[in-house]
């Protein structure tokens, strides 16, 4: 990459580097452990930005795999990297590339063999099944996997929750100069998705078909997963709504929460619950463009649920398993979260003040049996509210699991 083009990455890392992002220690000391770390996240959510804040810090070299000038650079891959050796090289939306991940395998065994262990790969994609499936056999061993999520409360500012929870983690929509802005930098983020990003991927579907399915994801956010039904609005097959599911989980743009199903005796929910994952794009879909809009409209308690789940699993230890409990009886708790170590944790999600939860999570309590009981809910402080229960504000609740 010429002097000019680096210069143009590092002021777009300085004009978006205003928040210090959790997963930028994450990575560093993955590269300080590991020969190769792969970056997973949705487009646009600042992975070049903290690469190339990386990359400042030690020697590096930076390859863009969506420009052709960059891809011809790696038309003799062994030939480029052989010369890389000592620099850590970051390749951006690798998944361009599947063929690469066998001469990386080979580059970084014989950099092994040279003393140079650690540190090799910085690769970026905003692929995740694709990217999983394309590295796990050529570089089992030598790579660790690390998803960032958008921009988090604790790294905004637990002042800015309303923007946040408005406008999404996405950092040029939260930064936007306006409510009015924000929503225009979604609506095009939206429709790049559908009419660039996803068909370079390879499925050909009509843009207005996807967008139609998930803006019935949006009115439906939180709810039980029902094929049937999204069939019926969108006009295809239940196998294809299956399909066009399992693409927009792939680019992490939709979460597939799965039941908790460890009570055998117990007539559970089997069905998961879908969530948009970024909050923005739930109203941006719905075309919510104010709090005041937001507050008014039927979906506020599921992307406010949404919202709140998304927050906690990302800063919940790496390798935790999130979960929602429901049972035929009323039994029902909105997340629980199995800690590395087993430990599991009950979480309610309310947008009151009141510290009081429903019997269906006394219910569900009964039958996870957790360690943890929490509320999370619009109060300001943290209280006990009985039988080991605590009641918290969101940010609360993060500083607790990150702590962990």
């Known amino acids: 990459m010429n002097k000019i083009t680096l210069q143009i990455f590092h002021g777009m890392a300085q004009l978006q580097g205003m928040y210090q992002r959790q997963t930028t220690q994450t990575v560093r000391s993955a590269l300080d452990a590991q020969a190769a770390v792969v970056l997973l996240g949705p487009r646009q959510v600042g992975k070049t930005t903290l690469a190339l804040e990386i990359a400042k810090q030690r020697p590096s070299v930076y390859l863009d795999l969506e420009r052709d000038a960059d891809r011809q650079v790696l038309t003799e891959p062994d030939l480029y990297l052989d010369e890389q050796v000592g620099k850590l090289v970051i ?54 996997y690390i998803e960032m999520p958008p921009l988090l409360l604790d790294e905004v500012g637990a002042d800015r ?50 967008r139609r399915f998930w803006t019935m994801l949006a009115h439906a956010q939180g709810g039980l997963l029902n094929a049937a039904a999204l069939a019926g609005g969108v006009g295809v097959s239940g196998q294809t709504v299956g399909r066009y599911l399992d693409l927009l989980v792939d680019l992490m743009l939709v979460r597939r929460l799965q039941p908790w199903n460890e009570n055998a005796g117990k007539r559970l929910v089997k069905s998961p619950k879908v969530f948009v994952r970024d909050s923005g794009l739930v109203h941006a879909l719905l075309g919510l463009g104010s709090i005041e809009n937001l507050l008014g409209h039927p979906v506020v308690g599921g ?17 935790t398993e999130p979960f929602f409990y429901r049972t035929a009886a009323g039994a029902e708790l909105d997340l629980v ?29 009964d039958g996870v049996k957790p360690d943890r009981k929490i509320l999370v809910y619009a109060g300001e402080r943290e209280v006990p509210a009985g039988d080991g229960l605590r009641a918290m504000p969101l940010a609360a609740a993060v500083s607790q699991l990150r702590i962990l």
């Open 91 to 144: 390749l951006d939306e690798v998944q361009r590339m599947p063929d690469l991940f066998k001469n990386l395998r080979g580059q970084i065994d014989m950099r092994r063999r040279k003393g140079a262990r650690t540190g090799q790969f910085l690769l970026l994609g905003s692929a995740s099944n694709v990217l999983l499936h394309q590295s796990a056999e050529s570089l089992a061993g030598r790579v660790r």
């Open 161 to 210: 929750l309303n923007d946040l929870w408005l406008r999404g983690g996405f950092p040029d929509s939260f930064q936007a100069d306006s409510d009015r802005d924000s929503l225009i930098w979604r609506e095009d983020f939206l429709r790049t998705y559908l009419e660039r990003d996803i068909p370079a991927l390879g499925p050909r579907i009509p843009a207005a078909t996807l």
């Open 303 to 319: 992307s406010w649920e949404g919202f709140c789940i998304e927050t906690l699993i990302a800063a919940a230890p790496t390798g």
């Open 337 to 365: 979260l199995r800690l590395p170590g087993d430990e599991i944790w009950a979480i309610e999600i309310k947008r009151t003040t009141a510290s009081k939860v429903s019997r269906g999570f006394h219910l569900g309590v």
